[in-house]
């Protein structure tokens, strides 16, 4: 295939995966979205067999969800306390953490 014929094809094929996804996020809320990369985050330092990692991930997550404006999400007290509690597990975790 020729450069032109590839940049003709993604000039067709860019405006509906665009607009696939566009549907998409549309029905989800900024909590949703916080919740799986915080899911995602954790499956993809699973592989690195390491509790501290993991541990750090939940922290840092904690903090993200205790600083996420609260007009962003609907409604926030349920992720206020995830945050807080998120905090106080991964900062234990990472404690009694070996390695």
């Known amino acids: 295939m020729s450069a032109q014929a590839g940049l003709l094809v993604m ?3 860019e405006p509906v995966i665009l607009g696939i996804l566009d549907r998409m996020l549309l ?3 900024a909590g949703q979205a916080l919740i799986g990369l ?3 985050a954790m499956l993809m330092a699973l592989p690195l067999k ?3 990692i993991l541990a750090i991930n939940v922290v840092l ?3 993200i969800f205790l600083l996420t404006p609260y007009w962003v999400i ?3 007290q349920p992720y206020l306390f995830a945050g807080i509690l998120m905090l106080i597990i991964g900062t234990m ?3 009694y953490a070996e390695r």
């Open 11 to 13: 000039q067709l094929v």
């Open 61 to 63: 997550f904690g903090f």
């Open 74 to 76: 609907e409604n926030p």
């Open 93 to 95: 975790w990472f404690a």
């Open 27 to 29: 029905e989800v809320h």
């Open 38 to 40: 915080f899911v995602l």
């Open 50 to 52: 390491s509790a501290k």
